[in-house]
C-alpha cells in the first residue's frame, strides 16, 4: 500500500506523487505530512522535478543507458529553467538531481571558459569577451 | 523589493545558494576555476578560499580528472662546462608548441650556473616538483617553479635512530600523493642503505611524511622492493602513486609497485607487458595511466591503458607503426623518454635535441617533429609533464624567504662561476644552492 503525497507549487497548483518517487526527496522523507508546499516554484517547474522523480522511481538501476540518455535529454534546457530547477531541487534535497543539474551548469561554464582562454602564469588575465559570456550566465 | 524580483525575467547564478554555487564550482577545470576567480570579489573569495580548494582537490584528483587542463611541459637542462666536473648550466623553461602554427616556444623560467645542490629530482606532482641533493642526505625541497613558491621538507632521523650513525645511502627515492579521507598531502620515502665499514648488508627503509607536520614515521615495505625507485618511472594518478620496478629476484621482470596513500601501504598492479625496463615507461594518459612500450626488436610502439582503476583492468590502445608516422627523421624510439602533453604524448630522444609530438585524437591521429636546438655542452635534457592544481606550498609551512641581501648574491661563497640572469624568480634558484 503505497502513500500519495502532493506536492503544491508557489501558484497553487497541487502535483500528485506516488511514494516511491516522492522519496527520492529528502525533504518530503523527513516531512510528517504528505501535503508539502514548495515556495517560491512555480508549477511548470515543478512538475519537471516530479517528472524527473517518476522517471527515477521507475527505474532501480541509474546505470542504464536509456535512463542516462534521458537525463540528458532532462537538463539540457535554457539556463534560465535550470536554475529555476535547481533552487527547487536543491529545497527539496534530491542529491541526484541536484548533482546532474550541477553538472550541466558547469558544463556550461567550461565550454565558455576553456576555448577562449590563455592560461599565462603567474598572474592572468581574463580577455574582455570572456568576461562578456559569463556575464551572459549571470555572474 | 519583492516586486522587481517578480518581474525580473532572468534568474542569475549568482542569485543561487552559496552551496549549491560550490557544487557547481568544484566540478570545474583549473582553467575555467582560474577565469572565474577573476571575474568578481565574492567569487574569488569563494575560490581561494582553503575550503574551496580542499573540497576542488579532493573531487580532482581522486578521479584523476584532467578535464580540459592541458599538461604544461617544462625542459630542464642540465649541461657540464666543458672540462670542468662540477661547472654545470642549469636551467628551466617552459615549453609551448602552437599546433596551428607548427611552432615551439621555449621561455626561460630560471638558469643558473652555479653549482646546484638540489639538483636531482625526485618526483613530480601535478604542478610541484620536489628536488633532492645529488648526495644524498635525505634532504629534499618541494617547489611550484610556475609560481616560484619553495617549501623546503622537514628531514628524518628515523635511519639515525634505527641504524646508528655509521650509515651510507644507497639510494633515496621519494613520492607524493593526496589522501582524500582526511584531505592530506603525504610525501613517502624508500631509502637503500648500508651500514659502515662493513657495507656487507643494505637494508630498505620506508617512511612516511603528512605534509603539514614535521615527522615521518616508518611504515611496512612492499617484500619486492630491494632498492630506490628512479622516478622517471613513476607517475602519480588518482592520487596514488606507481613505479615500475624490476625485480631481479626469482620472479624475473618489470612491476608495477604502486602505494595507496590512504591505507598507507604498499601493493602490485598487474603489469601486462612483457618488454624489459628501458623499453617501458609509465605516464598518464587523460584520464588512465598508461604504459608506452617503445619495444626493442620491432618496429612499434604500443600504448596500454588502465581501462578501470578499480580493477586494473588494462587494454591495448594503440599500436602505432614506426612507418605510419611519416616521419623524415629516424627517431629511436627504444632510446627515447616520453610522457602526457595535451591532447597525447611527447618524446624526446636521447640527446635531447629532438621532439615527437604525437596526436593520439582518433579524428586528427597524428605525429610531429620538432628539433629543439642542439646542446652547447655534454649534459641531460628532460622534460617534466605539469598539471595544473589549486595546491599552495603555504599551507604546509613556512616558504623559504627571499634572501634580504639585494648586492650579494648568496651562493658568492661557493667560489667562482656567475649567475645566469635572474627573472623574477631569482630567490627560487638561490635556494636551489643550499
Request: charged share 25%.
Amino acid at each position: 500500500m503505497s502513500r500519495v503525497f502532493k506536492l503544491k507549487s508557489s501558484d497553487n497548483e497541487t502535483f500528485e506523487v506516488e511514494e516511491a518517487a516522492a522519496l527520492l526527496s529528502e525533504t518530503i522523507k523527513s516531512s510528517s505530512s504528505t501535503e508539502i508546499t514548495v515556495p517560491n516554484v512555480k508549477a511548470e517547474i515543478l512538475g519537471k522535478v516530479v517528472e524527473w522523480c517518476n522517471k527515477h522511481a521507475e527505474s532501480e538501476d541509474t546505470k542504464d543507458q536509456l535512463i542516462k540518455e534521458w537525463d540528458a535529454e532532462f537538463v539540457s534546457v535554457d539556463q534560465h529553467v535550470l536554475f529555476k530547477l535547481i533552487t527547487a531541487a536543491d529545497y527539496l534535497q534530491i542529491k541526484e538531481l541536484v548533482d546532474q543539474l550541477t553538472q550541466r551548469v558547469g558544463d556550461m561554464i567550461k565550454a565558455k571558459t576553456l576555448k577562449t582562454v590563455e592560461m599565462t602564469y603567474p598572474t592572468f588575465n581574463v580577455e574582455r569577451e570572456v568576461q562578456e559570456e559569463l556575464k551572459s550566465l549571470g555572474f | 523589493m519583492k516586486t522587481r524580483n517578480k518581474n525580473k525575467a532572468k534568474t542569475r547564478l549568482m542569485d543561487l545558494p552559496i552551496e549549491i554555487l560550490i557544487e557547481i564550482l568544484k566540478r570545474l577545470p583549473i582553467k575555467s576555476v582560474c577565469c572565474i576567480r577573476c571575474v568578481s570579489k565574492t567569487l574569488s573569495n569563494i575560490v581561494y578560499s582553503p575550503f574551496f580548494v580542499d573540497l576542488h582537490t579532493r573531487f580532482l584528483i581522486p578521479t584523476n580528472s584532467l578535464a580540459g587542463a592541458a599538461p604544461q611541459l617544462v625542459l630542464r637542462h642540465v649541461e657540464s662546462y666543458p672540462g670542468s666536473t662540477t661547472r654545470k648550466l642549469t636551467a628551466l623553461e617552459s615549453l609551448n608548441y602552437d599546433e596551428s602554427e607548427g611552432k615551439l616556444t621555449l621561455s626561460e623560467i630560471f638558469s643558473t650556473s652555479q653549482r646546484e645542490f638540489y639538483s636531482d629530482v625526485a618526483f613530480v606532482f601535478y604542478d610541484l616538483i620536489c628536488f633532492k641533493k645529488a648526495y644524498m642526505d635525505g634532504n629534499c625541497i618541494l617547489s611550484n617553479p610556475l609560481c616560484g613558491e619553495v617549501l623546503r621538507v622537514p628531514t628524518s632521523n628515523i635511519l639515525y635512530t634505527k641504524f646508528g650513525k655509521d650509515i651510507t645511502f644507497f639510494d633515496d627515492s621519494y613520492g607524493m600523493g593526496f589522501d582524500d579521507i582526511t584531505s592530506t598531502y603525504k610525501i613517502v620515502r624508500i631509502s637503500r642503505i648500508y651500514e659502515r665499514p662493513s657495507y656487507s648488508k643494505s637494508y630498505v627503509v620506508a617512511q612516511l611524511l603528512v605534509l603539514g607536520t614535521s615527522s615521518w614515521r616508518e611504515i611496512p615495505v612492499h617484500p619486492v622492493i630491494y632498492c630506490a625507485i628512479p622516478w622517471d618511472k613513476s607517475v602519480c594518478a588518482y592520487g596514488d602513486m606507481h613505479w615500475l620496478f624490476v625485480d631481479e629476484g626469482e620472479a624475473k621482470g618489470v612491476h608495477i609497485v604502486s602505494f595507496d596513500f590512504k591505507k598507507e601501504k604498499f601493493y602490485l598492479t598487474p603489469n601486462p607487458v612483457t618488454s624489459r625496463m628501458p623499453y617501458l615507461h609509465l605516464i598518464t594518459l587523460g584520464e588512465s595511466i598508461a604504459i608506452v612500450d617503445t619495444y626493442f626488436s620491432s618496429m612499434k610502439v604500443e600504448i596500454w591503458v588502465m581501462k578501470n582503476y578499480n580493477k586494473k583492468e588494462w587494454k591495448r590502445e594503440y599500436i602505432i607503426n614506426h612507418h605510419m608516422l611519416g616521419l623524415d627523421v629516424d627517431f629511436r624510439f627504444h632510446r627515447a623518454n616520453c610522457g602526457e602533453m595535451e591532447y597525447g604524448m611527447y618524446f624526446i630522444d636521447e640527446k635531447g635535441e629532438n621532439l615527437l609530438f604525437l596526436d593520439l585524437r582518433p579524428s586528427s591521429m597524428k605525429c610531429v617533429a620538432c628539433p629543439i636546438g642542439r646542446k652547447k655542452w655534454n649534459g641531460r635534457r628532460r622534460i617534466l609533464s605539469l598539471k595544473r592544481s589549486l595546491i599552495s606550498l603555504k599551507k604546509f609551512g613556512d616558504l623559504v624567504e627571499e634572501p634580504e641581501s639585494g648586492g650579494q648574491s648568496a651562493g658568492a661563497d661557493l667560489g667562482g662561476g656567475e649567475i645566469g640572469q635572474l627573472p623574477n624568480l631569482d630567490f627560487f634558484f638561490l635556494v636551489m644552492l643550499y
